[in-house]
C-alpha cells in the first residue's frame, strides 16, 4: 500500500473535497483485496449488509440496475478487515480532514455490472447516522474505471455548499441540483483510474458514476469513515436493530465492535 499523501493532494482534497491518489494498491494487492471481496459477495448471496447490520433488502427496479452493493465485508472476511482498517490508511483519512481520529463507518463493494446504469448524482453523509462534514469515503478501483464503464465524477468544491439534506438516488442523474442549484455552476470531473488507483471524497461532496457501456464489470471497493466523537443523528442507516434501538440522537458512536477505531495518533 502506497500510503504517503503530497502536501499538494492534501491541500486540493480540502480545495475539493475529493483527490486522486494512484497506485494506492500494488498488482498483487489488488488481486488478493479483488478475491477477498468477490469471495465475500458469493458468500453473501441476498444478504446486502453482512455481520449482522439492519436487514436492508435488494433494491428492485432501477436502482438494482446501478449497481450489485453489498456492505460491511470487513465483518466476515480477514483480508478486507486488513486493508479498510489499516491504520496507514487512517492516517492518511486523519491528514486529508485533519481529525485527530477515524472509526470505520461502513465499507461497500461496488459492482457496476454490464450495461448498468448510472449512479445519480449525490451526498453520502446525509444517509448516515450521524452528520460530520468530516467524514470521507475512500474508493479503490479493483477493475479499471473509465469514461466507457462508469468511472466517478466530482464536483469540485461541492462540499463547501452542502448541509445535510438528503435528496436520494433516484432515476434522475440531476435531482441533486434542485436543492443545490449553484453546485450546478461548476464544471465536474471525471477520476478514471487502472486497478489499485483510488480516490478520496468527502461525505458532503456531490459525486455520481456514468453509465456502464461495456461487457465487462466495474469492480470497485470503497470505506466510509467516521471522525471519532461522532454524534447520533437519529437515523438508523445499517446499524443493527438492538444497538440502534438504544441510541438516543445526541449520543456518541463509540461502539468499538461495529465501528472499531482505525487510527486515533492525531493529523
Ligand atoms: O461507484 C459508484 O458508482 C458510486 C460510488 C459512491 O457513490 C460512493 O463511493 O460513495
Ligand atoms: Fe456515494
Known amino acids: 500500500m502506497n500510503t ?7 491541500s486540493s482534497y480540502q480545495r475539493d473535497g475529493f483527490v486522486l491518489h494512484r497506485n494506492f494498491l500494488s498488482a498483487g494487492e489488488v488481486t488478493e483485496l479483488k478475491a477477498a471481496v468477490l469471495q465475500c459477495v458469493t458468500e453473501m448471496g441476498k444478504t446486502r449488509v453482512a455481520g449482522g447490520g439492519a436487514n436492508l433488502q435488494d433494491p428492485e427496479g432501477y436502482y438494482k440496475g446501478v449497481f450489485t452493493q453489498r456492505l460491511n465485508l470487513w465483518r466476515i472476511n480477514p483480508i478486507v478487515k486488513r486493508y479498510m482498517l489499516s491504520p496507514q490508511l487512517g492516517r492518511m483519512l486523519c491528514q486529508l480532514e485533519g481529525v485527530k481520529g477515524m472509526r470505520v463507518w461502513h465499507d461497500q463493494t461496488l459492482i457496476k455490472e454490464p450495461f448498468g446504469n448510472p449512479t445519480a448524482w449525490h451526498l453520502d453523509n446525509p444517509y448516515w447516522s ?15 474505471a473509465t469514461l466507457e464503464n462508469g468511472c466517478m465524477w466530482f464536483i469540485p468544491g461541492s462540499h463547501k455548499l452542502a448541509t445535510y439534506e438528503n435528496v436520494g438516488i433516484g432515476q434522475n442523474l440531476a435531482d441533486l ?8 455552476e461548476t464544471d465536474p470531473v ?3 483510474m487502472q486497478p489499485g488507483d483510488c480516490s478520496f471524497h468527502n461525505g458532503l461532496c456531490a459525486h455520481g458514476a456514468g453509465a456502464n457501456m461495456t461487457r465487462k464489470r466495474r469492480i470497485a471497493m470503497t470505506c466510509a469513515y467516521m471522525p471519532v466523537g461522532s454524534t447520533f443523528n437519529g437515523q438508523q442507516n445499517i446499524l443493527p436493530d438492538a444497538y440502534f434501538k438504544s441510541l438516543k440522537p ?5 461502539n468499538d465492535d461495529w465501528n472499531p477505531i482505525v487510527y486515533a495518533g492525531g493529523a
Open 4 to 10: 504517503t499523501l503530497t502536501p499538494q493532494q492534501i
Open 130 to 144: 450521524f452528520y460530520s462534514r468530516h467524514a470521507l469515503s475512500i474508493w479503490i478501483a479493483l477493475e479499471e
Open 177 to 184: 441540483f434542485k436543492i443545490y442549484p449553484k453546485m450546478a
Open 190 to 192: 471525471s477520476g478514471p
Open 250 to 254: 445526541g449520543d456518541t458512536l463509540a
